[in-house]
C-alpha cells in the first residue's frame, strides 16, 4: 500500500486548540482519526483526546496485522471512546460531559471505511473529481436533507454548527458508517475539522492538492481558510492522504 500522509492543526483566532488528530499505521492497515472538542461546552479538549486515544489505542490491539471488520471496529471504537469521556465526567465530578466530533477512516485491501459523528468531514476525491463528503449531523443540514434549504442558503445560516450528534454526553451517539469505498492510484482521502472546510469548497481543495504536493497543498489551503475565517477563525486540522505519487513541487 502505497501512499503519502500529512496531517497539521491551527488553533485560528481561538485562545487554545481542541481538536486532536493522529495517524497508525500496521504492516496492511491505516487508521486515521480526528475529533473536535465542542467548544460550548467544558473540556472539549479532553474529549477530543480521549477520543483519539481511545481509537488509537483499540487499532493497535486488534491491527494484527489488519482488522477482521473494519467497519465493526469503527463502531465498537467510537462507542469505547463515548463511554471514555463519559467515565471521565464521573471521575472528575463533572456537571455533564463534554463532548466532540469525531471522524475516522480504516484503509486496508484497497478500500476505505469511515465513520462520523458531528460535523468533522471526511472527503473523497478520484483523481480530478470530487466525488463526496460526510454529511454533517447539524440542525442546518437536516433542512437541506429534507429539502428546505440548498446548500448556498445553508452556509449561509449563523446556526449551521448547531450539532445534534456527538461523542460524550447523555445520548448514545448515531455513528454513521460508510460503505467500503475502492481506492485507486491518485485518490485523496481528506479529514478535517469545521474551522477548515467551512471555508473552503471542494473544488478549491482538490485544485490545491492535485497542483502541489500535500505538506505545500494542506498548508496553502490553511492559510486561505484561516485568512478568510477572520479574527475569530475557529481551530482548523487536516488529515490528508494520497494514492499514488506526489506530484513535482512548483
Known amino acids: 500500500m502505497k501512499f503519502s500522509l500529512y496531517q497539521a492543526s491551527r488553533k485560528g483566532g481561538r485562545p487554545y486548540n481542541e481538536d486532536r488528530l493522529a495517524a497508525e499505521q500496521s504492516n496492511s492497515t491505516l487508521l486515521l482519526v480526528l475529533a473536535d472538542g465542542m467548544g460550548g461546552h467544558a473540556h472539549g479538549e479532553v474529549a477530543s483526546q480521549l477520543t483519539v486515544d481511545t481509537v488509537c489505542r483499540r487499532f493497535k490491539a486488534q491491527a494484527h496485522p489488519s482488522l477482521d471488520d473494519p467497519s465493526g471496529f ?33 484503509v486496508q485491501q484497497g478500500r476505505a471505511v469511515w465513520a462520523h ?15 463526496s463528503h460526510t454529511r454533517d449531523h447539524s440542525m442546518v443540514q437536516e433542512l437541506v436533507n429534507r429539502g428546505l434549504l440548498d446548500e448556498a442558503q445553508a452556509q449561509q445560516r449563523l446556526e449551521r454548527n448547531m450539532l445534534y450528534n456527538a461523542v460524550g454526553g447523555f445520548m448514545l451517539p448515531d455513528i454513521e458508517v460508510s460503505d467500503p469505498a475502492p481506492l485507486r492510484e491518485g485518490d485523496l482521502l481528506l479529514l ?13 481543495m482538490l485544485a490545491e492538492l492535485q497542483a502541489r504536493p500535500l505538506r505545500q497543498a494542506v498548508h496553502q489551503l490553511m492559510d486561505t481558510a484561516e485568512s478568510r475565517g477572520g479574527p475569530r477563525c475557529d481551530n482548523l486540522s487536516v488529515l490528508a492522504l494520497r494514492f499514488g505519487p506526489e506530484p513535482v513541487a512548483g
Open 117 to 131: 459523528v458531528g460535523d468533522s468531514r471526511l472527503y473523497h476525491f478520484q483523481r480530478d473529481r470530487f466525488r
Open 192 to 204: 478535517c475539522s469545521d474551522g477548515f472546510w467551512d471555508a473552503l469548497a471542494p473544488g478549491e
Open 74 to 106: 469503527l463502531l465498537d471504537a467510537i462507542y469505547s471512546a463515548h463511554e471514555a469521556v463519559n467515565g471521565y465526567a464521573v471521575e472528575h465530578n463533572l456537571p455533564e460531559p463534554p463532548r466532540t466530533t469525531c471522524v475516522a477512516c480504516v
